[in-house]
């Protein structure tokens, strides 16, 4: 982003009429890389910054009020006074107008990141009494050649198109006044509120430590919840007294219904007889009945056979009866299409009747036509010839009109040339005077001019002799010398005791991973054996086959084919005869409870192993992971070492007797330190001597050469002036010696003009006698178009004539058509009737010759009659045309009767046979009859009955379940017991850790971010000064200062100077800007600090490193300042003036 016009207009106390205007792309604020916004106290420097603000964000620093925000009114004790209902809050940016100005603006145009320019606005106005809520625009602005265009944007979009939001944007592109300072100089327990607001993270670690707080409490209720759950499981355990109680218990109430089921068995086997003689009873009768149904009705629809019959029958009459009616039908159509034709006939022969008669009218209009025509030839013949006339005259007239109005310019022209000349006259003699006045000033101002500029050369000449005597005697290659070795080793020294510490570490750090690999090996080597000893293959194949089994026991198909099974029969699926389980439940129960528990067991030690795989594979790959993470840092540390090791031998090769220990090395720190300072001291007060020098050196030459340039320019002014005094004497008498030939001239060309006037009023009187008497021959119709007019009307007629003559041709050829296809339709239409008749015949004869076979058929049936039903029990009737019609025009659905026929034939043949296999079954069945009655067996059965013990026997079963699944219940919940148990234990710790309002946590995350922060603030204080070095107190929120010229003394930031806080602010300043602008591209940066607490040389030092900003980072800085070394430093300005005492500023732009 890059700011390219700023406009203003009646902002704070900038109020010049018509607006300010200041581009940052033309100019001298074009071509510079750093430039200053200089005034005095009040002038309005801040007012910039909040304009840029207002018209990118609706707020500024100074008025900071958010959109939506109440306004912070201030508290009145007592009745207020009335301006204060219509005064604005102070944190209003509204406030910003000048006060007696009904509006105010502020409009930025800037280049965005998008490629794109846009120019955001600010407006606010005053009515009145009151303000008017202020108004944001955005305009995008694309240029084609000289041609601009705007279209308006989405003001709200802004924070997307610069890539900051309001916030953002003061920490990366304008630095105010006092935010860091502030920052430096703050508690611990207020710099992490501080730091969340610089950075923009108010809200998210609260967010943060709510979320904590949540998964706590639902980490507690997951605890308390199981805890419930396994507290009711344990109701159910028994012990091992109850237990074996219970199970003998179970063993013989068992063993008494094992017993009794087989007595009841038997008994069950012959009421089984008695039931299955029920159904097959049942059944018989079932089929009698459906077979009757089927027989009558087939017997119902008896008359829709013979007529499906009769259909087939006479189907090929059918057809031929359809073809007589087709034909009649087309018979019908062609004698109306006949008379249709002879209509149109009659029509056509009356059509060319009539048009014979228009012809005829038509030709006796084109004998007028002609007539007209030859009568006009003569008159129109004199007309073309006075016109020929007419338009030789023209040129002639033409030529008079033109030597008119030429002589009347040249009389005109001459007049001016007189009057012109006695104007010159007049101003040449003015000139004259003038310029000899002139002359005698210029003489004067030359000779003061020159006296000052030699009076300057000579205090310049003095004053840099002066300051040359000073550096006499010292050598600047020594000092540079001198201070480069004492750098130079001094950065030696510090690299050694890095270089140290580095080597120690790394050694210390690689041991300690060995030690853990170690460890990690001998973890995995259990691991591989445990998972050796799982035998999860072989209990999902069991687990499988069981499954199998116990579904198919249980499903619903199975019971079905048991309680099909007939006692001596073979099984249709295993082939047994003997089914001793297909009428008693009780025992086929038994086994499937069985095999149902132990499915189950079976699949708990499944689910078991499998979570125990699961738990040690993924340990055994998480070991891996870090055995590889391990390694790859041994292989980091390694590569590290060898480098430190390679430096320590660069070190050792050029001071072989330094120590390694970095205790002893940083000892030496201080000696090379103070050596360094020294030379380097030395050296500051030698080069600033010499810039001093170097300056006077330019002033003297300065003076030298605005001297010489002087003289030469007062020679070049003084002939300038003495030439400009001879060329108006000159002038003055070159315009007297013209007047007498002017008047002359002038005289000459009046007379001229009067010839020619009368010359172009006689000929044209002619030229118009001449077209009056044009006009009166043909009422003023041109000859050629009054000739033209007449042909056309002749050759129309003869056209209409033409056509209408072709048209009668035409009516006639058609007539002749139509003739013919009516002769073509009687012709067809003979043919036609012949060929119905002979169709007609036809269908007779088949008709005579159906019923001859029919009378027959009749006869052959009567002594005739098959067994069982009969197949006609209607006897067929003789037919005629009329049952031919009927059945073409028939709405029966033969092929639905067809069908219907054919199943209900296929419904008898199926229940006769279902009926006597049935009766075949019941004969089989009463040769297996048991000895006793069914009353007999059922008392037997009920006695037995009462006898069981059944209830007995679930009820302990059930007390035997509830305990296993008790005690698997609880094994299956211990380990979700202790996973819950260990979440509420962690995320308690977890939020003991970071407090319960989550203020710990805000504060372990700024520490992190303060140190990102204080690593670019280093990177950008180095620039400007390499004595101060931020560093952060471990785990802490606390800043320090490393003073690098007091032996690495660490200070306190409450002990730094004005200066230095400064020193630190700004690099703060400019580390965050380079932070928070997350990749985007922003060409300025504006700074709003103390300027004024930084000596000369910091100070100069500070500017450099500002101006290099647009080299490293493409920044155009812009600093607010009142220091005069701001001034003499920065030569591109801003300058704010102020207007006298008015209150009120303009803005001039330097140089």
Known sequence: MKFLQLEILNLASLDKQGGEVINFEEGALGESTIFSIVGPTGSGKSTLLDAICLALYNRAPRYPRKKGDKNQNIEIFGAADASESNRLAPTDSRNILTRGKKEGYSKLTFLANNGSIYRAEWHVRFQRVRYENAKTALYKITGNGEEVTEETADWNELPNIIGL?????????????????????????ERYELLEKLIGCEETYTNIATEIKKAKDQATDAYNQMAASVEAVKQNLLNDEELAHLKEEIARLEKAEKELDSQLQAISKD????????????????????????ADSIKAMQAQILRLQLHDEVQPAVNQLQEVERQTQSIHEQEENILKAEGNIKSQESAISESEKILASLKEAVGKAQ????????????????????????????????????????NL???????????NIQKWEAETEKANLALKTTKEEIAKQKQVLHEATQAAEQAWETERNKTAGQNIEELQNSKTVADRKLQDVQQA??????????????????????????????????????????????????????????????????????????????????????????????????????LKAKENLLKLQQKEEKDLSGERKQNDGEVQTLQKQQEKLSGEIATYEEDWKALIAQYPKIPKAEAELKSLLPIYENKAKDASSKLSLFNKIQKEIERLTQLKDKAVKDEAAYESKASTIQNKTQENTSTCTTKLAEQKALTINLVSQQKSK?????????????????????????????????????????????????????????????????????????????????????????????????????????????IEGKDSEEEGIEERSIEPSLIDRNTIREMLHSVEDW??????????????????????SAEKAHQQHLEHQPAQTRDA????????????????????????????????????????????????????????????????????????????????????????????????????LGIRVIDHDRADDIRDTTSLSGGETFIVSLGLALGLSALSSRNISFENLFIDEGFGTLDPDTLATVIDSLAMLQSSQGKKVGVISHTDTMSERITTQIRIIKNGNSGSSHIEIYP
Request: net charge negative.
């Open 165 to 189: 939001d309001y916030d953002q944007f003061l920490r990366t592109v304008l630095i105010v006044q006092g935010s860091f300072a502030n920052f430096l100089t703050a508690k611990e327990n």
């Open 271 to 294: 009421l089984q007889w008695f039931e299955e003689n029920d159904k097959q009873i049942k059944q018989i009768s079932i089929c009698q009945t459906d077979m009757k149904q089927a």
């Open 371 to 410: 007539e007209q025509l030859e009568k006009a030839l003569p008159v129109i013949a004199e007309a073309r010839a006075l016109k020929t006339k007419m338009e030789a005259a023209m040129p002639n007239l033409k030529e008079k009109k033109e030597a008119l109005e030429l002589a009347q310019k040249e």
């Open 413 to 423: 022209t001459a007049q001016k040339d007189v009057e012109e000349n006695a104007r």
């Open 497 to 598: 005791i890095k270089v140290v510490a580095h080597l120690n570490a790394a050694s210390t750090e690689k041991q300690k991973n060995e030690e853990r690999i170690q460890l990690l090996g001998k973890r995995n080597a259990k691991i591989d054996e445990a998972l050796g000893k799982l035998t999860i293959e072989a209990l999902t194949q069991e687990t499988l086959t069981l499954r199998n089994a116990y579904t198919l026991m249980v499903s619903e198909k199975w019971e079905i084919h048991r309680a099909n099974l007939t006692e001596g029969k073979p099984c249709p699926l295993c082939g047994s005869t003997t089914h001793p389980y297909h009428t008693d439940n009780r025992q086929f129960e038994e086994a499937t409870t069985e095999l149902s528990q132990l």
């Open 750 to 858: 009046e007379e001229a003009y009067g010839k020619a006037h009368q010359t172009w009023n006689s000929a044209k009187k002619e030229m118009e006698e001449w077209q009056e008497k044009y006009k009166q021959i043909l009422n003023g119709e041109e000859p050629d178009a009054a000739e033209q007019r007449l042909t056309a009307a002749k050759d129309e007629a003869t056209k209409a004539a033409d056509n209408q003559n072709e048209n009668i041709n035409k009516l006639k050829a058609e007539l002749a058509n139509s003739k013919g296809s009516h002769q073509t339709m009687l012709s067809q239409n003979k043919t036609m009737k012949e060929n119905l008749q002979e169709k007609e015949k036809e269908l007779d004869l088949w008709i005579e010759e159906y019923n001859k076979q029919l009378e027959e058929k009749s």
């Open 895 to 916: 092929n639905a009767i067809r069908r219907e026929k054919d199943e209900k034939e296929k419904a008898v043949a199926s229940t006769t046979a279902l009926y006597q």
């Open 937 to 1036: 067996l059922l008392a037997i059965q009920q006695e037995y009955q009462e006898r069981s013990q059944r209830n007995e026997l679930i009820a302990a079963k059930a007390r035997m379940q509830n305990h296993q699944e008790a005690v698997k219940l609880l094994g299956d919940k211990a380990g979700a017991l202790q996973l819950v148990t260990q979440e509420k234990d962690d995320w308690t710790a977890i939020t003991d850790a970071i407090g319960a309002d989550g203020k710990t946590l805000r504060k372990i995350a700024q520490c992190y971010t303060l140190s990102f922060l204080i690593a670019h603030a280093n990177q950008e204080i180095r620039k400007f000064n390499s004595r101060y070095e931020l560093q952060q107190v471990k785990h802490s």
